[in-house]
């Protein structure tokens, strides 16, 4: 699935299953949540702290599709096309730090 049919099928589900967007707010506000989440997930499965029985199943990918929904949400709704602004942001990260990383000793 590309990026422009990810934004268009987001956009299927919430005409259909959703009623319509929360507001940005709300979408912003729950898109903090969502990484949370996926903070918490990553600080168990990959940091130091232990897992509490309240952490049970759940899934590291069900919660980065969560905010990859949330986000898509947010992009459609304030009519950011993000293929392109995906592009446009490589582009300005490339001619940035095409070398900048290569010459970091922390990197090696």
Excluded: P
Excluded at 80 to 107: F, P, V
Aim: proline residues 0%.
């Amino acid at each position: 699935m590309t990026l422009a049919e990810a934004q268009q099928t987001v956009d299927t589900w919430i005409k259909e299953n959703g009623v319509r967007y929360f507001n940005e707010l709300t979408n912003m506000a729950i898109l903090t949540e969502e990484v949370g989440e996926v903070a918490r997930i990553i600080a168990r499965q990959y940091g130091e702290q232990s897992f509490k029985k309240s952490d049970e199943g759940k899934n590291l990918g069900d919660e980065l599709a969560d905010v990859l929904f949330v986000l898509i949400c947010l992009a459609n709704q304030t009519g950011i096309d993000l293929t392109t602004a995906l592009t446009k942001n490589l582009e300005k990260k490339t001619n940035r730090d095409q070398n900048r990383h290569w010459q970091n000793d922390k990197l090696k």
